[in-house]
């Protein structure tokens, strides 16, 4: 559904260093590395605002719900930063992976498995999507529903659809938002989301919201952000939609010949009979056969893990438009299953760290006397300074990275 990069704890991971909670360092970082012209004033919000709330009327937005959602909305220079810079640092696929698939989110995951065994059971049932895959889905967005989003949605869209590169769309979206608080499906007040406009507990931008949303619990409203129901459904409602076939894997680990030079990528899809021929195997040495077709994805080259990929993999793609968004999914839905950590290691001496790791790292880089601000996990360009100058001072390569290196150094355990 596209989300623009940053619509998700997902996409988040990509660019902490914009993200940064108003922590002094890292939020001076990142102001300085873009030139004052992208950043917006707030004059043009005032002189956009009115013709922004006639459009909403006009697209058939009730006065009500314009004065309610945009009476009070001010210039938000946050949103509208995020809305024109790329995030600068590019995270390694095994820190993004160690982040979101980590034993934390596993053990909470197979907790609500449980929990929710009765709904989820109606849900595969009626969409055809496995379980484990929607709560996968539900675990990356918003940790089960307990991660709501920094912005308030209608106030965040008005300022993204008054500047930059995509104002049109942000403006079309903020309709979209607007109307859903028309019907009565989601109130004003619980419009938790990203910059970007994604909200609720599986994370979807307003026009999705529209055009796949299901009021599953019965009581007449689609409320992606109280109903656990609505959530679960709506998203296996969006992977049906996305072309998800009842029965078939999002794929699996293979093994790669040494050397390997051969073909690869999501999109290069054959069948698995012509992935056995080109020397490709199951973990276990096992010949490869099957008419299904499969990619063959790499994701840190011949050296590190490799994957057969299907359409349903493509199906999971969609939701966030990322190959490692899709892999993280697939894999915690595997862990969720109880499968276990990819058998090749990643092509790093260096492997990335959990959530409760990273926490810890920071505590140990502030007990360390190295200012990175507030130990809250989240690791922004504050605290990737900091693991710079401590690498540096202990004579470690200088990445920047949280990683197992550094934490260990530090003493993390
Ligand atoms: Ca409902």
């Known amino acids: 559904m596209r989300r623009i990069g940053l619509g998700s704890i997902a996409g988040r991971v990509y660019a902490r260093a914009g993200l940064a909670k108003a922590r002094g360092a890292a939020l001076a970082l990142a102001a300085l590395s873009l030139p004052l012209s992208a950043v917006p004033a707030a004059a043009s919000l005032e002189s956009c605002l009115p013709q922004m709330r006639a459009q909403a009327v006009k697209a058939g937005v009730s006065q009500r719900t314009v004065d309610a959602a945009l009476a009070d909305v001010a210039y938000d220079e946050k949103a509208v930063r995020f809305s024109t810079s790329q995030p600068e640092y590019k995270t390694p696929i095994w820190d993004y992976l160690a982040f979101l698939v980590d034993a934390e989110r596993i053990a909470d995951g197979r907790k609500m498995l449980s929990r929710h065994a009765r709904v989820l059971a109606q849900v595969e049932k009626t969409y055809g999507i496995d379980r484990h895959i929607v709560v996968a889905v539900w675990g990356v967005e918003s940790d089960y529903g307990q991660f709501r989003g920094d912005f308030h949605v209608p106030h965040a869209l008005a300022n993204v ?50 055009r796949l949303a299901v009021d599953f619990d019965g009581d007449g409203r689609k409320d992606l952000v109280n109903s656990v129901p609505d959530a679960l459904a709506s998203t296996a409602n969006y992977l049906k939609n996305a072309g ?104 790093t001496a260096d492997p990335g760290l959990s959530r409760k790791e990273r926490l ?9 006397g190295y200012d990175i601000g507030e130990a809250d996990g989240r690791v922004g360009a504050a605290t990737r300074a900091g693991i710079s100058k401590a690498e540096a001072r202990l004579g470690l390569p200088v990445t920047g990275r949280p990683g197992q290196r550094i934490y260990k150094a530090l003493g993390g355990r």
Request: glycine residues 12%; contains cysteine.
């Open 360 to 368: 810890e790292l920071q505590k140990l880089l502030l007990r360390a």
């Open 161 to 210: 659809g008054c500047s930059g590169r995509r104002a049109k769309y942000f403006r079309s979206e903020l309709i979209e938002i607007l109307k859903i608080v028309d019907r009565g499906d989601v109130r004003l007040a619980d419009l938790q989301g990203s910059w970007a406009g994604a909200f609720g507990q599986t994370q979807f931008m307003p026009s999705t919201y529209r």
């Open 244 to 347: 998800w076939v009842t029965g078939m894997p999002w794929g699996y680990e293979v093994k790669v010949p040494a050397g390997y030079r051969g073909p690869s990528g999501r999109k290069s899809k054959v069948s698995v009979t012509e992935w056995g021929k080109r020397g490709i195997r199951h973990l276990d040495g096992a010949e490869l056969t099957g008419s299904a077709r499969a990619g063959l994805l790499l994701p840190a080259g011949a050296e590190g893990p490799a994957f057969l990929v299907f359409s349903n993999f493509d199906a999971i793609y969609t939701y966030n438009v990322a190959e490692s968004y899709a892999l993280a999914i697939s894999h915690l839905a595997d862990r969720l299953r109880g499968a276990g950590p990819f058998q090749v290691a990643w092509p």
